[in-house]
Nanobody, 113 residues
Framework: QVQLVESGGGLVQAGGSLRLSCTAS??????MAWFRQSPGKQRELVAQ???????TYVDSVKGRFTISRDNAKNTVYLEMNSLKPEDTAVYYC?????????WGQGTQVTVAS
């Protein structure tokens, strides 16, 4: 059974930091990514890690967020620094195999001003 389980969300003051974790099981994912969705908005790609290390970020988080992967733990992380109220959203982990895309259940990140 393929599963992606996120953790690490919460409430933080503006300027603070959080680290999200996504532990994968049941398959190998060639692409791992973090998306986010806030009320009334479409889900957007925040960061992705392709293959052995190519990373991309949405412009609004460049220089503040870092995606990384620990293959031994089958876990992908999103380190979020200098958080802003506009980063408030439900964050979703996504894993892509050759044939399918899988999603985690989401974790809420709230940044208070």
């Amino acid at each position: 059974q393929v599963q992606l389980v996120e953790s690490g969300g919460g409430l933080v003051q503006a300027g603070g930091s959080l680290r999200l974790s996504c532990t994968a099981s049941g398959s190998f994912f060639s692409i791992m990514a973090w998306f986010r969705q806030s009320p009334g908005k479409q889900r957007e790609l925040v960061a992705q890690l392709i293959g052995s290390g190519t990373t991309t970020y949405v412009d609004s988080v460049k220089g503040r967020f870092t995606i990384s992967r620990d293959n031994a733990k089958n876990t992908v992380y999103l380190e979020m620094n200098s958080l802003k109220p506009e980063d408030t959203a439900v964050y979703y982990c996504m894993g892509r195999t050759i044939n399918n895309i899988y999603w985690g259940q989401g974790t809420q990140v709230t940044v208070a001003s």
